[in-house]
């Protein structure tokens, strides 16, 4: 069930007066409303937003408006900023910088903060950030420049990344040497996340457990190794 049309009325706003705040033509938005066109992740985002809501609930997923993370977030929120700002995206950039005005010596300002897709599974016949794979979407500094995250598994890049840290991923399809990337090995599975070595005329997914033993991927096999993006910071899950 697509909550849309329920959550706009509430705000008692028309459709043209939604497509105009959210800054995208009108049929486009219609055809949202209506469930004739499926917005992408980012557009995904920028709807929740809009609405101070949580993606599954807005989808008819969930029954919960807003889910414990985004809450928390909410949470760090003045009140004052909450009821001007119109949504979170703006609410937490106001917030930041009242934050920043107002830092006491010694103290380190609230960061610029952006929404990305937290993903699961990740086949390569769909998008990265498509709906199907998106589990809900998380919070994370804007410095970090990251395109989505993914849930570590496993104990395979021990010491340095635990399970159940979080690696937040700057998408994109090539890797420098030595990079720490995410990739997907056939043409479905969950993505890998391996230091990347070319040797050669091979690749090298290389895990940092030494009690684990290196994939070398060579000839025809290459074909089938595709780059989802490189990790640009690991943080243990919060």
């Known amino acids: 069930m697509n909550r849309i049309p329920e959550l706009r009325k509430e705000r008692g706003i028309s459709m043209k007066q939604a497509a105009e705040q959210l800054g995208m033509p009108y049929t486009t938005y219609v055809n949202y409303e209506k469930g004739v066109r499926q917005p992408n992740s980012e557009t995904l985002i920028d709807l929740a937003n809009f609405y101070n809501t949580s993606i599954d609930y807005m989808l ?98 021990e010491p340095r990344i635990h399970d159940g840290d979080l690696a937040l991923v700057h998408r994109q399809d090539t890797l420098e040497n030595g990079d720490l990337g995410v990739l997907i090995y056939g043409d479905e599975g969950e993505g890998t996340l391996k230091r990347y070595i070319q040797r050669g005329n091979c690749v090298v997914l290389q895990p940092f457990n030494p009690a684990y033993s290196e994939m070398v991927i060579k000839g025809e096999d290459l074909n089938h190794l595709h780059i989802a993006g490189r990790v640009v910071e690991t943080k243990a899950k919060w």
């Open 60 to 157: 008819g997923k969930s029954n919960e408006r807003i889910d414990e993370h985004t809450l928390d977030v909410v949470n760090e929120i003045d009140q004052d900023i909450l009821e001007k700002a119109g949504n979170i995206k703006e609410a937490l950039r106001l917030q930041a910088k009242r934050d920043a005005e107002t830092v006491p010596p010694g103290f380190q300002p609230m960061p610029e903060m952006d929404w990305v897709p937290l993903v699961g599974r990740i086949a390569c016949g769909t998008p990265i950030t498509a709906e199907e794979n998106v589990e809900r979407i998380v919070c994370v500094p804007s410095k970090w420049h990251s395109t989505f995250t993914l849930t570590c598994k496993g104990d395979s890049m």
